[in-house]
């Protein structure tokens, strides 16, 4: 899951970073996951269907981000 070790996904559900329901993790949960810890993802070294997936799930689209304040990434 997210390119990370098993144990590390058990360690953020332990912590509760990571929430389930009836021992599954939901959608809704990877969406909070998501926005309120992006940096727990190795984003950047995702593959592009990974990136656009987590970004369709919450994932902080840091170039939008960038461009409605008016910084150019390039």
Do not use: C
């Amino acid at each position: 899951m997210f390119a990370v070790p098993p144990a590390r996904v058990q360690y953020w559900v332990a912590e509760k970073l990571l929430l389930t329901k009836g021992g599954r993790i939901t959608d809704s949960s990877v969406s909070k996951f998501l926005a309120d810890h992006p940096e727990k993802i190795p984003f950047e070294s995702l593959n592009v269907d990974m990136q656009n997936w987590l970004r369709e799930m919450g994932y902080p689209d840091r170039a939008a981000k960038q461009k409605a304040a008016g910084v150019d990434s390039e």
